[in-house]
């Protein structure tokens, strides 16, 4: 159980273009649900939380209107960035909690690796 | 501001060799500590969660123990398998995980 999943597993995309990572609970409830970055040898830094329904909140220092996220259902969130830079590619984590807030354990999904040429 | 420190950076060890790694936390309102194995290119995996200084969690090899200050995963006798990137992090009263860099663990066979 507490299965995630992402897609795509990595994208390559053009200075300028804008690229969606999606982001499933598979088999349970996810009420609120987190996005990390993580560049190299680097520790994962959250960037926003989200919980279904409602707008994403994000850390500082991180600009939503260039990390767009939706969370429309129970299963699903989505991160787009937009108008990527080079500065952008990263490896991108989803988890997903089944409650509120971090209130219960946190299921990681496989990761994206975005590259931006 | 909650500040996590993990150390070794790297550890390289032979297999059955033993040893620890260290997480060291000043976090408000502590409401668990988590630990996550990492593999390459991979989202991370959940291992164990405490929740009280003197509480211990054991799985197959691995043992976490937690102090007010400090939390240590121990290895006993590792294999090659157990070699990936473990990450510790502690929740705050405001229920957000904050990551350690993580220890680097090669066991070679």
């Known amino acids: 159980g507490a299965v995630v999943s992402q897609h795509p597993s990595w994208v390559i995309c053009k200075s300028g273009t804008s690229v969606k990572i999606e982001c499933r609970s598979l088999d349970f409830q996810a009420t609120t649900m987190f996005w990390y970055r993580q560049f190299p040898k680097q520790s994962l830094m959250l960037m926003a939380t989200s919980n279904e329904g409602s707008k994403a909140t994000y850390e500082q220092g991180v600009e939503k209107d260039k990390f767009l996220i939706n969370h429309a259902s129970l299963t699903l969130s989505t991160l787009t960035v937009t108008s990527a830079h080079p500065e952008d590619s990263s490896f991108y984590i989803c988890?997903?909690?089944?409650?509120?807030?971090?209130?219960?354990?946190?299921?990681f999904g496989p990761g994206t690796r975005l590259t931006v040429t | 501001e909650d500040q996590v420190t993990q150390s070794p950076e790297a550890l390289r060890l032979q297999e059955g060799e033993s040893s620890s790694l260290n997480c060291s936390y000043t976090?408000?309102?502590?409401?668990?500590l988590f630990w996550y194995r990492q593999d390459p290119g991979k989202g991370p995996e959940f291992l164990f969660t405490l929740y009280s200084a003197g509480e211990e969690k054991e799985k197959e090899r691995l043992k976490a123990t937690l102090t007010k200050k400090e939390s240590f995963l121990h290895i006993t006798a590792p294999k090659p398998e157990d070699s990936a990137t473990y990450l510790c992090?502690?929740?705050?009263?405001?229920?957000?995980?904050?990551f350690g860099g993580g220890t680097r663990l090669m066991v070679k066979p």
């Open positions: 988890s997903a909690s089944p409650g509120r807030g971090s209130g219960d354990e946190q299921y």
């Open positions: 992090a502690p929740r705050d009263a405001g229920n957000m995980l904050t």
């Open positions: 976090v408000s309102g502590l409401r668990g």
